[in-house]
Nanobody, 123 residues
Framework: QVQLVESGGGLVQAGGSLRLSCAASGSIFRVDAMSWYRQAPGKQRELVAAITSGGSTNYADSVKGRFTISRDNAKNTVYLQMNSLKPEDTAVYYC?????????????????WGQGTQVTVSS
């Protein structure tokens, strides 16, 4: 019914930049908060950044000043601009979203996750 598809990961040298995108599609009524998480090998998944439908944002301390989250509500898409990348940013990055879906005459909110995209930063 609803899918989140991420793109933009890859291999970059330390100090470089990448831009991740995540597009939601399907029987969507409304998309509320959208977020980016990451999980490095042997570590727990952690919140990187989040943005509300109104544009309010919050960031993990480790990425403040380097990463910027934004969204295009018309396209149901969230972005993560990552600058000044460090080797410790290496992880699988996942997007997540709280989405109201249409099921018949009803609407219900669910939390959806993308499949993840690998970001590798070499030193």
């Amino acid at each position: 019914q609803v899918q989140l598809v991420e793109s933009g990961g890859g291999l970059v040298q330390a100090g470089g930049s990448l831009r991740l995108s995540c597009a939601a599609s399907g029987s969507i009524f409304r998309v509320d908060a959208m977020s980016w998480y990451r999980q490095a090998p042997g570590k727990q998944r952690e919140l990187v950044a989040a943005i509300t439908s109104g544009g309010s944002t919050n960031y993990a301390d480790s990425v403040k000043g380097r990463f910027t989250i934004s969204r295009d509500n018309a396209k149901n898409t969230v972005y993560l601009q990552m600058n000044s990348l460090k080797p410790e940013d290496t992880a699988v990055y996942y997007c997540a979203a709280d989405i109201w879906v249409v099921t018949g005459l009803a609407r219900q909110q669910y939390n959806y996750w993308g499949q993840g995209t690998q970001v590798t930063v070499s030193s």
